[in-house]
């Protein structure tokens, strides 16, 4: 069965304290994993798409890499604007554009 | 921009009504979503649909249908509305099967 699996479920960084959330997927013919940024009462929004292992994407202080197994976003130097839920998705073989998300990591910067 | 606009942000309604939920976008994208969203469950996908009139089951379709009469609209509707439906509510909608989804920002629904 599909799976993705996101640690930690809850990280607190101080201000400018570097860190990484990963992703596991157990995803049979991955066509690519995709993270998002969910802020309280909203939906989540889009942050990342990587098809490939070894491919990597930035965007301001964050940046996605991926593996055969898994993926990472390291944020570097955070703020607290950066505070949110991160989650990641996989999607399968299948031609329907389904996607398995993870349960999310929720972060928290102190100033 | 991307822009999907779900038609209410928070909804009360009761045991045994019928509930209508409204998602419009404006990106002529193909493929439509409907997930819900629960503490410790994570999304779970209730239906989607690819096509105009075209619609498929998800992980979670019991007690939901859908609608899809135009092509940037699409809408959950529950049948008989049950205590067990409270949740977060969350439309998404992308151009291919390999694109990524964009969501709308959710109704919250409670049913009494």
């Known amino acids: 069965e599909d799976q993705v699996t996101q640690s930690p479920e809850a990280l607190r960084l101080q201000e400018g304290e570097s860190s990484s959330l990963n992703c596991s997927y157990t995803?049979?013919?991955?066509?690519?994993l995709f993270w998002y940024r969910q802020d309280p009462g909203k939906g989540p929004e889009f942050l990342f798409t990587?098809?490939?292992a070894g491919e990597e994407k930035e965007k301001e202080r964050l940046k996605a890499t991926l593996t055969k197994k898994e993926s990472f976003l390291h944020i570097t130097a955070p703020k607290p604007e950066d505070s949110a839920t991160y989650l990641c998705?996989?999607?399968?073989?299948?031609?329907?554009?389904?996607?398995?998300f993870g349960q999310g990591t929720t972060l928290q910067v102190k100033p | 921009d991307v822009k999907v606009t779900q038609s209410s942000r928070y909804l009360v309604k009761r045991t045994g009504e019928k509930v209508f939920l409204e998602c419009v976008q404006d990106?002529?994208?193909?493929?439509m979503f409907w997930y819900r969203q629960d503490p410790g469950l994570g999304l779970r996908l209730i239906y989607f649909?690819?096509?105009?009139?075209?619609?498929e089951k998800g992980d979670i379709p019991e007690g939901y249908s859908v609608s899809r009469e135009k092509k940037e609209r699409f809408s959950l509707i529950l049948e008989s509305a049950s205590t067990n439906q409270t949740s977060m509510y969350l439309c998404?909608?992308?151009?291919?099967?390999?694109?990524?989804?964009?969501f709308g920002d959710g109704t919250r629904l409670s049913i009494l």
């Open positions: 990587l098809y490939s």
């Open positions: 998705a996989g999607h399968g073989s299948g031609n329907t554009g389904k996607l398995i």
């Open positions: 995803v049979s013919g991955l066509r690519g």
């Open positions: 998404a909608s992308s151009q291919g099967v390999d694109q990524p989804q964009h």
């Open positions: 649909s690819y096509d105009v009139k075209m619609k």
């Open positions: 990106m002529d994208h193909e493929n």
